[in-house]
């Protein structure tokens, strides 16, 4: 599969634990997104990264929450101190820098339940 | 603040018919407009985009028109199956550094009936 990779599919996890997702971007591409979803809406964006670089965040990221991109290639989205409010799927997507438009391939998400 | 939104949350149609979602839009900074198309359990997936100099575009069984003196953004869907069934979003982008951030609209149910 050579699509974006999202691992876990699904995390339940009691308020006040910390979580940790990871994104695997397709190969070639340069940028790396993540998103949150919740029911009913469309996604939200949260952050970017061109390479290794975190270029933007959104007011939505707050400081419980963290993103890397290392290397490059993968990143993580780690929640520190979950709240029930946190409880969305988390969506990574990948893009090629230098189309020219930019598409988004989007992963399967995570799917965050706190209880 | 600026968003973008949609006129129906439901669509049902016959297999066979034609299907428009429509999508209004707010911000006249936007220059890039996309249509993704989600499944149950799936993220969404790209499936005709537009950019601002531009009224219409075509793909395959779809096509993109973009009214920039109303605000408006419609996707036509030829000849509906069953395996179109899903939630569509509109998506707009105001450039900047990136045209992968993207606002979303709330999204509308498209269901074929065989």
């Known amino acids: 599969d050579t699509g974006v990779s999202q691992d876990p599919r699904h995390k339940i996890t009691k308020r006040g634990q910390n979580v940790t997702f990871r994104c695997d971007p397709i190969?070639?591409?340069?940028?790396l997104y993540w998103y949150r979803q919740t029911l009913g809406q469309g996604p939200e964006f949260l952050t970017y990264f061109q390479n290794e670089a975190q270029l933007e965040k959104s007011r939505l990221l707050s400081d419980r929450f963290s993103a890397e991109r290392p290397k490059g290639s993968f990143s993580t989205l780690e929640i520190q101190r979950t709240e029930q409010g946190d409880s969305a799927m988390y969506l990574c997507?990948?893009?090629?820098?230098?189309?020219?438009?930019?598409?988004?391939?989007f992963g399967s998400g995570t799917q965050l339940s706190v209880l | 603040g600026e968003s973008v939104g949609l006129h129906l949350p439901t669509l049902s149609v016959q297999e066979g018919d034609n299907s428009i979602i429509n999508c209004a839009y707010s911000?006249?900074?936007?220059?890039?407009f996309i249509w993704y198309k989600q499944e149950s359990g799936k993220g969404p997936q790209f499936i005709i985009d537009i950019r601002s100099n531009m009224d219409k575009r075509q793909g395959q069984r779809v096509t993109v028109l973009l009214n920039k003196t109303v605000k408006h953004l419609s996707l036509q869907i030829a000849a509906t199956q069953p395996g179109d069934s899903a939630v569509y979003f509109c998506?707009?982008?105001?450039?900047?550094?990136?045209?992968?951030?993207?606002?979303f609209g709330q999204g509308t149910i498209l269901t074929v009936h065989p």
């Open positions: 998506a707009e982008n105001a450039g900047g550094t990136s045209y992968g951030k993207l606002t």
């Open positions: 997507a990948s893009s090629r820098l230098g189309q020219g438009d930019e598409k988004l391939f």
């Open positions: 911000n006249s900074a936007s220059d890039y």
């Open positions: 190969s070639e591409h340069n940028r």
